[in-house]
């Protein structure tokens, strides 16, 4: 089944350390997307890309970091210059970059202890 | 930055009731959504409407959007304690710049 597979469901960090977020997809979409949503919040754009070896920055970019080396994965990596990370992170793809529907993931809950 | 708003933020209805809920958004737009989140999940797309559109359906999902009022509703007839879920609205931005979410609304269907 095509679809977009996020790893880990749950992960624990220490203060200060990085974690990188793997998104991967199989449905051959050329844009991928990072989103981070807070309870009770609606989702905030953090990084995005359209095509490989090409990302720009959201809404909310400060503290993390993304490659795009495949069409298939799309990782963030959330630094400890991040100063509130704990949040559930989706990944997302759309056939077309910045246009119609998006495929989300089933998202990473990441909380820094 | 232009951001879809949901409301009401929360509805709880029984089963068999309709429940309507709204989204405005503060500019110009191509098209507007509607996804769906079950709790701790990720997103499902509902529903795709365009400016130049005025109302579209899907199933018992029923959209209107009034471009004049930058609103949204999204009707969903003769609920069921399965349509229990956050509803949010998503608008793009003109100038070519990926989905703005708003803060959904939570609806809880009883039985």
């Known amino acids: ?113 | 930055s232009q951001q879809g708003e949901e409301d009401p933020q929360a509805l709880s209805i029984q089963e068999g009731e309709n429940a309507t809920m709204n989204c405005s958004y503060k500019t110009s737009i191509n098209n507007l959504q509607w996804y769906r989140q079950n709790s701790g999940r990720g997103l499902v797309h509902l529903i795709l409407i365009r400016s130049n559109e005025r109302e579209k359906h899907s199933g018992r999902l029923r959209v209107t959007l009034d471009t004049s009022k930058k609103s949204s509703s999204l009707l969903i007839t003769a609920s069921r304690a399965a349509d229990t879920a956050s509803y949010f609205c998503a608008t793009d931005r003109q100038a070519g710049t990926a989905l703005i979410f708003g803060k959904g609304t939570t609806l809880s269907v009883s039985s």
């Open chain 1, 1 to 113: 089944d095509g679809g977009i597979t996020q790893s880990p469901k749950y992960l624990f960090r220490k203060e200060g350390q990085n974690v990188t977020l793997s998104c991967e997809q199989n449905l051959n979409h050329d844009a991928m997307y990072w989103y981070r949503q807070d309870p009770g919040q609606g989702l905030r754009l953090i990084y995005y890309s359209q095509i490989v070896n090409d990302f720009q920055k959201g809404d909310i970019a400060e503290g993390y970091s993304v490659s795009r080396e495949k069409k298939e994965s799309f990782p963030l990596t959330v630094t400890s210059a991040q100063k509130n990370p704990t949040a559930f992170y989706l990944c997302a793809s759309s056939i077309v970059p910045l246009a119609g529907e998006l495929f989300f993931g089933e998202g990473s809950r990441l909380t820094v202890l």
